[in-house]
């Protein structure tokens, strides 16, 4: 099946920037959907942002609506979550997933994760 990689998280003052890439690596399979979830410590993992592969509609968390752009390459096949503004409560470890259903913002609904990359916003 195919494996995420995720890269681009760090360190990063309140304020700044991080873009965040998810990229597969083995055999590509046709998905409907790549989405960004967040899990901070002693918390649930919640929903950040999606984008539908072919049509391109973007859903985004509240938390995130204004700060955070995401995208797809279609021809590297991975997508990019923009950060900006970032606040001390978007530190989390952030994880790309991907489905082949109609979920958006249901961490149960996608079927492949990534690692992980561990963003953390200093105050």
């Known amino acids: 099946q195919v494996q995420l990689v995720e890269s681009g998280g760090g360190l990063v003052q309140a304020g700044g920037s991080l873009r965040l890439s998810c990229a597969p690596s083995?055999?590509?399979?046709?998905?409907?959907?790549t989405g960004w979830f967040r899990q901070a410590p002693g918390k649930e993992r919640e929903f950040v942002a999606a984008?539908?592969?072919?049509?391109?509609?973007?859903y985004y968390a509240d938390s995130a609506k204004g700060r955070f752009t995401i995208s797809r390459d279609n021809a590297k096949n991975t997508v990019y979550l923009q950060m900006n503004s970032l606040k001390p409560e978007d530190t989390a470890v952030y994880y790309c997933?991907?489905?082949?259903?109609?979920?958006?913002?249901?961490?149960?609904?996608?079927?492949?994760w990534g690692q992980g990359t561990q963003v953390t916003v200093s105050s």
């Open positions: 083995g055999r590509t399979l046709i998905v409907q959907s």
């Open positions: 997933a991907t489905t082949r259903s109609w979920t958006i913002d249901t961490p149960e609904g996608y079927e492949n």
């Open positions: 984008i539908r592969w072919i049509v391109g509609n973007t």
